[in-house]
């Protein structure tokens, strides 16, 4: 019996923080450690064009993240872990799935709408062709379950739609996939409580995987704890959330408690989430600065997961392109 198939992606952003952490590769670890399917994940660096970082920097930055998932526990024994670009099928599935999208449906996408706001003076076609090479990604390996964040949804409904445009314009053949919807925490930037936590509000907002113990307790003492006018201080509850999650047992709960009857301390609160944060990743940190230290051990890990995963691939292509009249 064959299992479900799993398929996620990440952009190869560097270093990554909690937030990522918590709201997805946390989860992808557990769908692969589930044993129940059959798990695909992806760094997206044809993705990463779309964005505005040059070539060196992609190219660490991919590496970077492969280590980072690797030394979080992706298991290349378990799961297929690759780059995008080491299977450039991908490529091609996209074009003919361009063709099939009307465009008015990449305009409404929100996603496109927020970059090309962000990156005003590089909207290139690639931002607004983005969703489809995420449908060709997913769609190459008949990939059923899509772990994403809220934020992916509609990337997620529109690669649903261009399963139905081509089945109907040529044969029955790709199944739609369905997001899965993790329950993930919202991770808050520590410096401004009401954003979510995210690499380009700058180094003092994110705590990232990699930072020494020392980073992090500085970042901390940083970290935003008042409210302006009164009511519940948002800085307050995220660091609550992440002792949550990284601090043992009724730790979190004593500060709960504290905060209620109005005796907490903010200072000692900041002291042991860096405690508690530092100390969860201390194995991590060591097997990160491990894999980076032989970058060929790692490209051959990743070349190996390419191969895994262009057997399935290249099946699909062929047969896409026959239904499609190509070949
Ligand atoms: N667009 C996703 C993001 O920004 C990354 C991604 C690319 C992806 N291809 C994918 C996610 C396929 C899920 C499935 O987070």
């Not at 964040?149 to 261009?162: F, P, S």
């Not at 040529?170 to 996939?177: I, K, M, V």
């Not at 660091?239 to 047992?249: I, M, N, S, T, W």
């Not at 504290?258 to 991590?284: N, Q």
């Amino acid at each position: 019996m064959s299992k479900p198939v799993v398929f996620s992606g990440i952009q190869p952003s560097g270093n990554l923080h909690v937030g990522n952490y918590l709201g997805a590769v946390k989860h992808w670890i557990e769908l692969q450690d589930s044993d129940k399917y059959d798990c695909y994940f992806c760094i997206v660096d044809y993705h990463s064009l779309t964005g505005n970082r040059g070539a060196d920097e992609r190219r660490e930055q991919t590496l970077t993240t492969a280590a980072e998932l690797l030394a979080l526990g992706i298991d290349p024994n378990k799961s297929t872990l690759f780059i995008q670009s080491h299977v450039p099928e991908c490529t091609e599935l996209a074009w003919i799935f361009n063709t099939v999208t009307p465009v008015v449906e990449l305009e409404r996408m929100t996603q496109f709408k927020d970059k090309s706001k962000q990156q005003t003076k590089n909207i290139n076609a690639g931002l607004f062709t983005y969703p489809v090479l995420q449908a060709a990604d997913i769609l190459l390996y008949h990939g059923e379950l899509v772990p994403v964040g809220a934020d992916q949804v509609q990337h997620i409904e529109l690669t649903r739609n261009i399963t139905r445009w081509f089945n109907k314009r040529y044969t029955e053949y790709f199944l739609e996939p369905k997001p899965l919807l993790t329950e993930a925490p919202k991770v808050m930037s520590l410096l401004e409580p009401d954003k979510k936590m995210s690499k380009s509000l700058g180094e003092g907002h994110v705590i990232e995987l990699a930072d020494e113990p020392k980073v992090i307790e500085n970042k901390l003492k940083k970290a935003v704890t008042a409210t302006t006018g009164g009511g519940k201080a948002p800085g307050v509850d995220n660091l609550l959330l992440l002792l949550e999650h990284f601090a043992d047992g009724d730790v979190c709960q004593q500060f709960v408690k504290a905060e209620k009857a109005g005796k907490i301390s903010y200072s000692e609160l900041k002291g042991v989430v860096a405690e508690a944060v530092a100390s969860s990743f201390a194995d991590f940190r060591e097997r990160r600065a491990h894999l980076l230290s032989d970058p060929a051990v790692l490209k051959a890990q990743l070349s190996d997961g390419a191969k895994k995963a262009r057997v399935v691939a290249e099946k699909t292509m062929k047969e896409a392109r026959e239904l499609a009249g190509i070949k």
